[in-house]
């Protein structure tokens, strides 16, 4: 690639992205599905539970026993932030901590949405690189859009391998 189409490629999503923040406010019938500056992986849990009570109508602490990630050393706790503004609506989203660093993030969406959220993500993302009948999985940019149950995933480098195998072993079932 050349240094001006390098440029230019970075210039046209630059656009893109301002006009979907700024001159297209972001409804549930033109979503923006990138993932919300609040996600911040490796976030400790005392500073995100402090930065979630400007972002949420209310947050709801749980700690999962026996933990449920692979090689967690100390505990696993969620974060449940109700009223999280995404892709145009008030939202449930689940913040997952491994040993108190921010690994995962599920935002819960609307069945009758998955469409409109799937051709967005791919617009913003590119093609899906792996996909089947219950989720389109954007592994460049560790995102997917899980179908069984509508939500939408962001996760950490860490988890970047433990998702990418499952969703090539489960994109062939």
């Known amino acids: 690639m050349t240094k001006t189409a390098l440029i230019i490629g970075l210039m046209a999503a630059t656009i893109s992205h301002a006009n979907c923040t700024d001159g297209n406010k972001t409804t549930a019938a033109n979503p923006h599905t990138s993932k919300p500056e609040a996600i911040q992986f490796g976030i400790q849990l005392n500073t995100m539970q ?15 026993k026996p933990p449920q990630i692979p090689g967690t050393k100390n505990r696993q706790v969620q974060l449940d932030c109700h009223g ?3 892709a145009g609506g008030e939202r449930l989203a689940e913040f997952v901590f491994k040993d108190d660093a921010l690994f ?7 069945a009758e949405e998955l469409n409109k959220l799937e051709k967005s993500m791919t617009q913003t993302y590119g093609q899906a690189s ?3 009948q219950m989720f389109s999985a954007y592994t460049q940019h560790h995102t997917a859009l899980r179908k069984d149950i509508p939500e939408v995933l962001f996760y950490a480098d860490e988890a970047a391998a433990q998702f990418e195998a ?3 072993s489960a994109e062939s079932q």
Do not use: A, G, M, P
């Not at 402090?50 to 999962?64: F, G, H």
């Not at 995962?104 to 609307?110: A, D, G, I, Q």
């Open 130 to 132: 792996h996909q089947n």
């Open 104 to 110: 995962l993030t599920w935002v819960l969406v609307k």
């Open 50 to 64: 402090t930065q979630l009570k400007n972002l949420c109508q209310r947050v709801e602490y749980k700690e999962i």
């Open 84 to 86: 999280f503004e995404f």
């Open 166 to 168: 499952w969703f090539k």
